[in-house]
């Protein structure tokens, strides 16, 4: 324990005044509104470290942080323990604003009654279905109803956190803000949000209009900004600060005050997108033997990523390039069990594998406080792991192969032992949901590694280790890459209204730290899968691309 005037950012992290003033705050709410990469999140993570190392967040008393997409989330925790180390940050709970409702459901659900009866073997759908499923939309209102009408349960909830995060608040709901104020209003609680509102991307799903002051309004928060775009090359940040002078004037500076040459956009038109997959392939592929990790670039597409991106994930495998498709995995990755699985394989497999081996080992140790269970398991995994590494050695041959790994997986989670699983997300107590979802992660190694014929290769694209991303913007919310390219800033991509597609674009290049790739084509040929509109004839979206120009 440290006392708080000793306290300093990890990392060799120096914070601007504000970020420190954010960070270490010990009374009332906060808000902080800064734009892209300006160190929300990080400071977010500093924030974290203070109040666990200080102690200023009681032990066994927890930090809810509450984050839009499970990328986002994920991220911060990683963040939180990276700076802090895996034990405080056994007491930092990142969770999407769905899975924090779920985590209230789940908790409380054998005291719904009427209407809203669940059974324990509930499913989570489009629909909702009470008693055997509930729809997606659903989830927040039930957590509130919960919270409103069971004691127990709104009093547990202010007993476990002291202090509450938000990140990219500028996107919350009515319906969100509604079972935050809920659980959280006033209590002692102190809340910190951060947002930018110029990257309002929620806006169609309801995300309400000036909810940043409303919330400063409200509780009473001191309202703090943010200056410096930590993240992107100066190049990157003169196009940014176009954008911003026209969404928020405002928040733009004099582009002279932005110094400095570094940084790469570039626009590339062609005249085909089977043109334009294979240039854009040619590309990434000089990128990764140039030396830039895979998993440092990201493809990113306005809509249908899956289909816009078709000819590109064929072009990929001609040039030997590992991918990973956010779209068609849609959440899996961010399941811990498949973690484990995945971590399994891949320590397994690969040459040099030391996050995979830590993160393995980390996930057993966090799973339970009962030290002498935690031995006996590790030193049973780590038995396994010598024999099965001593039987790939002897037969190289089995590492292809699906039928070798099936049992060997599930002789793994075997030994993990179901308590263990279970302790690894509150879902998994639920009817068959631990049953199904092993299935479910099996089916889609099997199939991957069918594919690609390397269970390495299998678990990279699975997990986006080492692997370049493809995925929405919207999924790209919170994370940064060195090379972003932004296939198809085409009229018939980015339609709608000039607000929501102009912050939608700002959000896809902001996400660039140095290298940005614009691509638009003139004939995108249609998928066999395309079930909406697709035109094949495509025209540049020129306002767009004009903000690349005369940096
Ligand atoms: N004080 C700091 N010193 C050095 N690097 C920092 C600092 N704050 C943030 N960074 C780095 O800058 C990058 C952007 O930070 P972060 O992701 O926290 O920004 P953000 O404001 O949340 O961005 P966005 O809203 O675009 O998602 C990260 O790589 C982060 O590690």
Redesign the pocket.
Known sequence: MISPSNWK?TDG????PN?YKAATSDEGSVIVA??????????LAQRADYLLRTGICPYPRRILAISFKVDAARNLQERVRKRSGAKHAKRFDSLTFHAFAKRIIDNYRPALTGPHTLNPRYVVGEEADFPNAIGYKNMVPLATEILRTNSYALHGLRQTYTHIFF??FQDVTSEQYELFVTAFGETSAQLTA?G?TK?RIMAFAGALEGIMGKFSTEFDALSLN?YQN??SAPVLQRMQNRIISEIEPHDAIPQKEIEGENGIIEVLPFPTSSDEAQRIAELVRHQIDAGIPPSEIAVLVRQQANLVAGELFDAFDAQNISYRNDQELQDLASEPLAMLIFNFVQVLTGTNEPTAYASLMNLVSVMSTDDEKTIRIDRAIKEKLNTLGKTLRNNPSCRDSAQFWKPEILDFLNLVSDSFLIALSASYSQGDRLKELIAEVLEVFERTLDLVKDPLDAVRRLTGTNAVRVLTIHKS??L?FRHVIVLGVENELFWGSLEETQAEFFVAI??AKERLTLTHVNFRLRPEQATKRWDEKRSAHKQFLEYAKRI
């Open positions: 950012p992290i120096t914070l601007e970020a800064a734009g892209p990469g300006a160190g929300k999140t990080e400071m990140d990219e951060v930018d990257q943010l930590r993240r919310k919170g940064e902001s996400r």
